[in-house]
């Protein structure tokens, strides 16, 4: 290992550590102001550390052959873990699952060398504006090869108490709101269920 030891080597007690973002960029560790080279080798040296980020994968090259490789990305795979927790809070549902569908063809293109690209740069924008209030801090637990989280705030937060708890509110969510989309939702079934009924199919 070149960035930190495997997870059988790793301390026994946990390490945490809270990253700051503002608009979606990774701006703090531990509360401390850091440029990104300087925050992301922070990173790799406390990840390294605990085992974080020993990822063994087979892989298409461009070339069109497969090859396997070991890589060490503790720092990245702590920013992945604590971006992705932030937009779990600040992002809706759809925005949510867009960015999913999308990221592997915006990671194929900067694999592939085409960074210098319209496309690259529209995807870029696109990301910027989803994650314009991805704004606030995430606590990490490292731990013998695991980055897990524990725990994320942010002013920006869509998680509302109130209505979390499924409990009936009078302004905001009633339960009887639900019959609507279950009879929407239900409707093809139905009627293919008609449909098998009327040509005698179980």
């Known amino acids: 290992m070149k960035l930190g030891v495997s997870p059988e080597q790793a ?3 946990p390490t945490y550590v809270e990253i700051g973002f503002e608009a979606g960029v990774p701006v703090s560790v531990d509360g401390e102001k850091l440029s990104p080279v300087a925050l992301v080798e922070k990173l790799n ?5 605990n085992g974080v980020g020993i990822t063994d994968i087979v892989e298409d090259r461009l ?7 070991v890589y060490e990305t503790p720092g990245g795979t702590i920013l992945y873990t604590a971006i992705q927790e932030l937009e779990f809070l600040c992002l809706d549902r759809d925005t949510q699952a867009f960015k999913r569908t999308t990221q592997t063809q ?8 085409k960074w210098f690209t319209p496309l690259r740069e529209a995807m870029s924008a696109m990301y910027d504006e989803m994650d314009k209030y991805v704004t606030g801090t995430v ?4 731990y013998k090869g695991n980055c897990t989280p524990a725990g994320a705030k942010s002013k920006y937060s869509l998680y509302n108490e109130d209505i979390a708890s499924f409990g009936d509110s009078k302004e905001l969510y009633s339960h009887k709101d639900s019959e609507g989309f279950i009879n929407l ?6 009627v293919r269920a008609m449909m098998k009924k009327k040509n005698g199919e179980q």
């Open 11 to 13: 301390p026994d007690t």
């Open 45 to 49: 040296a406390l990840g390294g550390a």
């Open 63 to 69: 070339v069109g052959m497969k090859s396997r490789g």
């Open 106 to 113: 915006f990671s194929q293109l900067v694999y592939d060398g």
């Open 139 to 142: 606590r990490l637990k490292l």
């Open 185 to 190: 939702f239900g409707l093809p079934l139905k």
